[in-house]
């Protein structure tokens, strides 16, 4: 199958899919439940953190790079105070002094590291600001963020690397509207293939239109998966962009002892904040 190619809209007129789809109720498929509902930002922020590495790109790393350049910063001011006249870099090395480097060397390494210093800082800064920023769509998928159980699509991704594909549904929708939905898109991979590798969320109503909304297709989870394995999660958490441009905010629930783990350790740190 050519992965290359892009969302075939044309071919089989996907907007006639679903009507294409027999009226009589689709075999039903297993939905969980269970919805879960965030019940805080913290929560939210928790859980899109849980599948990827954001906190460590952007707090932890630039951090570390902060304190290296500070820990060389020490080292000049220590190799000054040893060596004051300026006369060579004065390394001490099992009680003996050596003034081996020329006297150009100090400035030169004053030079590095402070510009080291300063873009370390530049970096931390605007990764802090990129930190509030999250905080801001965190708030928004706790407040309309919507869960979708997240059921194997029967097309793998098989490239230079191989995963499995999965189509979200709804909540909201009733078992034979989900079904309608599911068995829309089957079709529609059954026709046009799979889109290209960087493709994001896709809607059912962009597809089949309004008439089909509830759905999306997921290329890609954003949570670990490997093709021929079915994902642990359950659940999606879907939130439209807010201005109805881009592609849509898909945040992992945790997979339930994941999930109260998370609940507890957030709820004692609620209480151990109360006065």
């Not at 953190?49 to 000049?76: K, N």
Request: include cysteine; hydrophobic fraction near 40%; charge should be negative.
């Amino acid at each position: 199958m050519d992965q290359s190619r892009r969302v075939d809209t044309s071919s089989g007129h996907p907007s006639a899919i679903c009507a294409s789809v027999p009226a009589s109720p689709c075999p039903r498929i297993a939905r969980p439940n269970d919805v879960p509902q965030p019940e805080s930002v913290e929560e939210v922020t928790a859980w899109a953190g849980s599948e990827d590495s954001r906190r460590v790109e952007l707090v932890y790393a630039p951090v570390f790079w902060v304190l290296l350049a500070l820990a060389g910063l020490g080292f000049l001011i220590q190799q000054t105070v040893a060596d004051p006249t300026g006369a060579g870099w004065n390394i001490t090395i099992n009680g003996e002094s050596h003034d081996s480097w020329p006297g150009w060397v100090p400035w030169l390494a004053w030079i590095g590291v402070g510009m080291w210093l300063l873009v370390a800082v530049c970096v931390l800064v605007l990764r802090l600001s990129i930190l509030r920023d999250l905080r801001v769509e965190n708030e928004r998928i706790f407040e309309s963020g919507i869960a979708h159980s997240i059921h194997r699509a029967s097309l793998d991704y098989d490239g230079e690397a191989s995963w499995a594909t999965y189509i979200a549904l709804d909540h909201r929708i009733d078992d034979q509207r989900a079904a309608r939905i599911h068995a829309a898109f089957e079709q529609w991979l059954a026709r046009a293939g799979l889109p290209p590798a960087g493709s994001g969320p896709i809607s059912s109503s962009t597809l089949f239109g309004a008439e089909a909304a509830g759905g999306y297709f997921l290329l890609h989870l954003p949570v670990s998966t490997t093709a021929g394995a079915t994902a642990d999660h359950a659940w999606m958490l879907i939130t439209e962009p807010q201005d109805g441009d881009g592609d849509v905010i898909v945040t992992p629930v945790p997979v339930p002892k994941k999930l109260e783990r998370t609940r507890r350790r957030l709820r004692r740190k609620a209480g151990g904040s109360t006065p």
